[in-house]
C-alpha cells in the first residue's frame, strides 16, 4: 500500500512563507516524478510544481514562479515545497501526488498514481 503524507500547512500572513513536506512510504519510488497540486473552495484543482526523479528538472505554474521551490530528498523518500511571499490567493488544500516517470516531469494530474490527503495552506491578507 502506498502512502503520501502532506505536513507543513498552516495560517499565515500575506508576505510570510511556509514549507510543505510529502513523506512517501510503502514501496520504494524508483524513477517516480513528483508533484504539489492545491485546490481551493470552488475551483477546480490546479499544478503547482514538479520534480523529476533525479530532481535535476522542475516546472512551475506561472502563478508561483520565482516563490516556490520544490525539492526532494531520495533518503528521506521526502519531497518539499518551499513557499516564499505568500499571497491569499495561494489559499488552498495543497496535495502532493508520486507517478512513474524516469526521466522529466508531469504537469497534468492525470499522470499520477499517488496522492496524499491534502494539507491546509491559508494566507490572510
Known amino acids: 500500500q502506498v502512502q503520501l503524507v502532506e505536513s507543513g500547512g498552516g495560517l499565515v500572513q500575506a508576505g510570510g512563507s511556509l514549507r510543505l513536506s510529502c513523506a512517501a512510504s510503502?514501496?520504494?519510488?524508483?524513477?517516480?516524478?513528483m508533484g504539489w497540486f492545491r485546490q481551493a473552495p470552488g475551483k477546480e484543482r490546479e499544478f503547482v510544481a514538479a520534480i523529476a526523479w533525479s530532481g535535476d528538472s522542475t516546472d512551475y505554474a506561472d502563478s508561483v514562479k520565482a516563490r516556490f521551490t520544490i525539492s526532494r530528498d531520495h533518503a528521506k523518500n521526502t519531497v518539499y515545497l518551499q513557499m516564499n511571499s505568500l499571497k491569499p490567493e495561494d489559499t488552498a488544500v495543497y496535495y502532493c501526488?508520486?507517478?512513474?516517470?524516469?526521466?522529466?516531469?508531469?504537469?497534468?494530474?492525470?499522470?499520477?498514481?499517488?496522492w496524499g490527503q491534502g494539507t491546509q495552506v491559508t494566507v490572510s491578507p
Open positions: 501526488a508520486a507517478g512513474p516517470r524516469p526521466i522529466g516531469t508531469m504537469m497534468r494530474g492525470e499522470e499520477y498514481f499517488y
Open positions: 510503502g514501496r520504494t519510488f524508483s524513477s517516480y516524478a
